[in-house]
């Protein structure tokens, strides 16, 4: 079974949100075991300006990278390809054929992510052209983890 790992940045905090992510890591559970590495998204203080704030965050993600099991690493990016959701399902496919058993995908906060951290990505995936917070990025992409494994499975859900 496929471990997925979700390495965001802050909580969800509206009820809604937590609700539609409790939903869809049920419906997951078929098919991947998921795990969610929340971090501590940094406040903005005036004394920091969006550069300190970057590299406060990308030390966190860093830390959390070295603690994931290691395997393929999936950076959402507004600069990253774009996927249809057939197109992802194969690329997870591809990927599971090829003996990845570990894949990991980083959510930045608000300001983006520091080109360190997009280095460290085995793929940059953009969601959308639009332009999404990172709490709606984060139940999205668990969705299209769903919708993914439906397709693989050769279900109606996408349908």
């Not at 539609?20 to 559970?29: G, I, P, S």
Request: aromatic share 10%.
């Amino acid at each position: 079974m496929l471990h997925i790992t979700i390495i965001c940045l802050g909580k969800l905090k509206e009820s809604y949100w937590r609700e539609a992510e409790a939903e869809y890591l049920k419906r997951l559970q078929a098919f991947a075991k998921v795990e969610i590495m929340e971090l501590k998204e940094e406040s903005f203080d005036e004394k920091d300006g969006p550069e300190t704030i970057k590299e406060k965050e990308a030390r966190k993600i860093k830390d959390a990278l070295n603690k994931a099991p290691k395997g393929y690493i999936v950076i959402l990016d507004e600069t990253g390809k774009s996927f249809s959701s057939n197109k992802l399902a194969e690329k997870v496919s591809t990927l599971e054929n090829q003996g990845v058993s570990n894949i990991t995908f980083v959510i930045g906060g608000p300001l983006g992510l520091t080109d360190e951290i997009r280095k460290k990505a085995n793929l940059l995936l953009s969601l959308s052209s639009f332009t999404f917070t990172h709490q709606m990025a984060r139940v999205f992409l668990i969705e299209q983890l769903y919708r993914t494994f439906m397709i693989n499975a050769g279900k109606k859900y996408h349908y």
